[in-house]
């Protein structure tokens, strides 16, 4: 299985981006994936969840009415539109995908169901 994630980059507050993950080596539409990120000292959080065929996406509080996730099948490709972007955006972020298909758990954001990773892409949101 390959995850590879493109799309981060600097950005001023305020501003946009949007991350593109391609995943390959397994059926695609048969997996819950998501979005993850991480700044230095800090644990690993869930950002954004979408489940198997994208029926539920799933938000974390922070980021919710500001940025967007979908995935294309026809691409095996997963995205994060990131609008209104703050400097507490500021993150690598990973695109991960469960290890087991067709499962969604009550706290989606968790990292443990979460098998394959990316190596991650910078976003930086600074003036």
């Known amino acids: 299985v390959h995850v590879v994630e493109s799309g981060g980059g600097l950005v001023q507050p305020g501003g946009s981006l949007r991350l593109s993950c391609t995943i390959s080596?397994?059926?695609?539409?048969?997996?819950?994936m998501g979005w993850f990120r991480q700044t230095p000292g800090k644990q690993r959080e869930g950002v954004s969840v979408?489940?198997?065929?994208?029926?539920?996406?799933f938000y974390h509080d922070s980021v919710k009415g500001r940025f967007v996730i979908s995935r294309d099948v026809a691409k095996n490709t997963l995205y994060l539109q990131m609008n209104r972007l703050e400097p507490e955006d500021t993150a690598m972020y990973y695109c991960a995908v469960h290890s087991t298909p067709h499962r969604w758990y009550p706290s989606p954001l968790n990292a443990p169901p979460f098998g394959y990773w990316g190596q991650g892409t910078q976003v930086t949101v600074s003036l």
């Open positions: 979408i489940s198997d065929k994208g029926r539920t996406p």
């Open positions: 080596g397994l059926p695609f539409d048969d997996y819950t």
